[in-house]
């Protein structure tokens, strides 16, 4: 793939064009959603996807992250099949545990949360998981207008299959439910449309034993490395959902939850798309060049004032813009969205290159990032809750926790982007 510089900004366009259009259709409906189900439901509906995702790097094996170092369309086809037998084996385990939970413990989970989100749990996540793997694949070998098209399907499909099961009821199960459908029907398409741009899958391609183990070996860092480091960045993003749940109730979750699902709406939007063009072209050129620091500061220089110009609105006019999009019900969100914006404005520039640290092979500072930043935040969080008792105060010390962490992120990705004499 030639590296032409200007040509990152063509495809991040295409890609941020996409994103707006299918998150702008989640950020039309989730007025309808708010108006449709409870603040609990959307409580629920936090709890079953931070659940999932932290499942997520254990059913691949953070093996899809690999495909940005693939060197052959062989090499990508055989990782590919051995994401998928981990699936394979991912599905059975996950059965045979929800087989075993009926028998030992009924048809309900508890109170809050009913059975119907545990069995749709690892199909999710199979779902999203196969999803991720296609992805991956696309933006290694630069299909950004399928991938734009995806991003379209992703960003809209759950928002409006969640809005119509709510026409039925306001359950947070039924939010659940309509996620899982999107998932499954946007996965059968990127499977479909894979194949038809050539590439194959590698579902059903059989690996010997020796060759598994040498693919295991060669990217033997990637499960080591990048799945701890994933499961903690799951964790540390959303252990406020757990943490305000003991503490506060499913109620004062969802009025945090809604807030957070706004804020990720330009994180989401923009961030994603950067992030996929940057990994692409930055791994380009740091392999030709030795380094990618020009393009980092390039896109750093765009980043910053486009963030300024999104996220100030939103901490000026938190309460009005609140009241006008969610109705008077969500009122006391609107505190918590002035508080909590340094966080995602600092989060929007930081993650953008988040790939930085995977193509330079920098795993185990990235590991030990995130264990840190998930020990600040979890701290932040209980002295809030213990000490305080106040969700707006344990939300203050959060976003001001990882207001930091994002920061000492960012340049610990300048620092790595350019090669040096030492190696990981």
Request: charged share 10%; hydrophobic share 55%; proline share 4%.
């Amino acid at each position: 793939m030639p590296f032409k510089l200007g040509a990152e900004f063509s495809a991040a366009a295409q890609l941020i064009t996409a994103t707006v259009a299918g998150q702008l259709v989640t950020f039309l409906l989730y007025p309808v959603m708010a108006r449709l189900y409870t603040p609990t439901a959307f409580g629920v509906f936090a709890t079953f996807l931070t659940i999932s995702s932290c499942v997520l790097p254990l059913a691949t094996g953070c093996y899809e992250q690999a495909i940005i170092n693939t060197t052959s369309s062989e090499e990508r086809q055989r990782l590919h099949s051995l994401i998928f037998h981990r699936l394979f084996r991912f599905a059975v385990i996950c059965a045979v545990g929800v087989l075993s939970f009926l028998l030992l413990n009924g048809l309900y989970l508890g109170r809050d949360i009913p059975l119907l989100p545990l069995v749709l749990l690892p199909i999710g996540v199979i779902f999203q998981a196969t999803f991720v793997t296609v992805t991956e694949t696309l933006v290694k070998v630069a299909e950004f207008r399928p991938l734009a098209l995806a991003k379209i399907l992703v960003g809209s499909g759950s928002a409006i299959s969640r809005s119509v099961l709510g026409i039925l009821g306001s359950s947070g199960p039924l939010m659940v439910v309509g996620d899982v459908v999107a998932k499954g029907l946007i996965t059968a398409w990127s499977l479909v449309t894979l194949r038809k741009l050539g590439y194959t899958a590698g579902i059903g391609l059989r690996l010997a034993v020796s060759e598994k183990v040498k693919l295991s070996n060669r990217y033997k860092k990637f499960p080591l490395m990048i799945l701890p480091e994933q499961i903690l960045n799951i964790v540390a993003g959303g252990i406020h959902v757990l943490v305000i749940s003991i503490f506060f109730g499913a109620e004062a979750l969802g009025y945090v939850s809604l807030v957070f699902s706004a804020l990720y709406f330009p994180v989401t939007v923009l961030t994603s798309s950067v992030k996929d063009v940057f990994r692409s072209y930055g791994s380009a050129a740091y392999e030709q060049q030795g380094t990618c620091q020009a393009l980092y500061i390039k896109f750093l220089l765009i980043l910053v004032p486009v963030g300024a110009i999104i996220f100030a609105p939103l901490f000026v006019f938190s309460e009005p813009l609140v009241l006008l999009a969610f109705g008077a019900q969500w009122e006391k969100s609107a505190e918590y969205v002035k508080v909590m914006v340094p966080a995602f404005y600092s989060n929007f520039v930081a993650m953008s290159f988040a790939g930085v640290m995977i193509f330079t092979n920098r795993l185990s500072a990235a590991l030990k990032w995130q264990a840190v930043s998930l020990v600040a935040t979890t701290v932040s969080l209980l002295v809030g809750a213990l000490y305080f008792k106040s969700v707006m105060t344990t939300l203050v010390l959060f976003s001001a926790t990882r207001t930091v962490s994002y920061i000492l992120y960012a340049a610990l990705a300048f620092i790595f982007s350019k090669r040096y004499v030492y190696v990981e």
